[in-house]
């Protein structure tokens, strides 16, 4: 049986696995929190962060675990332990194509995978890595990416991403939609710099991505704030998808023979043809209209951004 799709976010938080005193915090600022094993815990804390792991119950629906790299001495202590929690969603870092059979739970089912896709390899296999069955998510990263191309920074002066970094936050987005896959997209490294979080994170929600990982807490509120419609965007998405279903109704009373003209619509002086009734319905999806299918999970789910207050 293969693993639910993905509906966690927007707002993922980082949380080291050994700091299991963070733990239900990070769970409860976000909107799911990715315990992890991997860069956030130094060599000689492994052992402690998998313990901590273990003897930590949290919501399991809302938990990521990210375990150490396939290849790594670290990654089959790293599964040997979850296999003794309840969690069943797995973040895999630095996947490419070693990443070959699947991450088996102790029911026999497969865990449920975020891919990360961090480095050049793991960018070139992100198609081949979204047509996995168990894979439920693609991610990107930059920082592992610029560093297994050899190079120092994956940003310009300007702060902006490097066209390499660009390219691949777009490959990675294309082949999870290709695959009917989410994308999740990259942390923002500099803790102070909401201003450029946020930009980032409405690009990432305008251009298909459900979610966004965050470093720090103080990111949260930026990142649901960026994926929440405002309430001139649901409201002008309703408009469309009204005068859609109008045009619909009136067609379907036209007599036998009688021929229709264009099927382009022109509501508030803006032309909207198919591709633009889908972008509506993506807006209510963010929005979590009722009615309209696919509605990300999470608590900013269901709210515009004037309604989400403190907890956008």
Known sequence: ??????TLGPALLFCPADRPDRFAKALDRADAAILDLEDAVAPGRKAAARAALVDTVLDAERVVVRVNAVGTPEHD???AALARTPYRTVMLPKADGRFVGPLLAP???PYAVVALCETAAGVLAAPALA???DVVALAWG?????ASLHGT??????GRYRDVARHARSAVLLAAGAAGKAAIDAVHLELDDLEGLRDEARDAAASGFVASMCVHPSHVAVVRAAFAPSEAQVERAREVLAAASGRAAALADLPPG?????GVLTVGGQMVDAPLLRHAEAVLRRAGEPGVEGTPGGPA???TVEENGGRR
Do not use: H, Q
Request: no cysteine; net charge negative; proline share 9%.
């Open 258 to 262: 009688a021929s229709a003209d264009s």
């Open 1 to 6: 049986m293969n693993p639910a799709p993905f």
């Open 301 to 303: 789910a269901g709210r």
């Open 77 to 79: 202590a790293d599964l």
């Open 153 to 158: 920074s994956s940003r310009a002066d300007d």
């Open 107 to 109: 029911d026999g089912g």
């Open 131 to 133: 047509a996995r069955p």
């Open 142 to 146: 930059a920082e592992d990416l610029v």
